[in-house]
């Protein structure tokens, strides 16, 4: 037979979990955020790497049409 006291001690620790619940998921919603700046931030770095590149090789070419 469960006595009273110790019903609601399980209350209180299911209230203290859902507090809990509530705050881990900011913090894996806060977490997530950060990925994808970074995320974004790395397919920047690669899109102007690319780009850069394309142009470099561009006016290698040119330079050696030109020079023959």
Do not use: C, S
């Not at 006291?5 to 509530?22: D, F, L, S, T």
């Not at 970074?38 to 290698?60: A, P």
Request: glycine fraction near 4%; aromatic fraction near 8%; charge should be positive.
């Amino acid at each position: 037979m469960k006595k009273k006291p110790e019903r609601m001690i399980i209350e209180n620790q299911v209230i203290h979990n859902a507090a809990g619940i509530k705050e881990a998921g900011a913090e894996l919603e806060r977490v997530i955020g950060q990925k994808q700046i970074l995320l974004d931030f790395k397919d920047k770095m690669i899109e102007l790497q690319r780009n850069i590149t394309n142009w470099i090789l561009k006016k290698i070419f040119y330079l050696t049409l030109e020079y023959f």
